[in-house]
Nanobody
Framework: QVQLVESGGGLVQPGGSLRLSCVAS??????????MGWYRQAPGGQREAVAT???????NYADSVKGRFTISRDNDKNTAYLQMNSLRPEDTAVYYC?????????????????WGQGTQVTVSS
């Protein structure tokens, strides 16, 4: 099985910063995180893409976070990060990690998509 575990959320004032982390791990088999991304869902809203990053480091950002957020990753640790600066109240949401993961086994490998449980980010004065 594969787990994505997010951390780093919390309560910050407008203009503040947070860094989120997402670790992908396999309980029985070796895994390799491929494309990873951060998504968010505000109360009463739909889940939207915030930032994505390929294994090679190519990134995409939502227009609303360009210049403020930075996604990065550590391939050796199957980990993605989201550095969030200049936070605004409208950034308040549950932030979810998503990853395409290769599960390695004796017969070969398979690719599946996984979601983390989410971490709450609240921006308020």
């Amino acid at each position: 099985q594969v787990q994505l575990v997010e951390s780093g959320g919390g309560l910050v004032q407008p203009g503040g910063s947070l860094r989120l982390s997402c670790v992908a791990s396999g309980s029985i088999s070796s895994i390799l995180a491929m494309a990873m991304g951060w998504y968010r869902q505000a109360p009463g809203g739909q889940r939207e893409a915030v930032a994505t990053i390929s294994r090679g480091g190519s990134t995409n950002y939502a227009d609303s976070v360009k210049g403020r957020f930075t996604i990065s990753r550590d391939n050796d640790k199957n980990t993605a990060y989201l550095q969030m600066n200049s936070l605004r109240p409208e950034d308040t949401a549950v932030y979810y990690c998503n990853a395409d993961v290769q599960i390695l086994h004796n017969a070969g490998r398979m690719l599946s998509n996984y979601w983390g449980q989410g971490t709450q980010v609240t921006v308020s004065s």
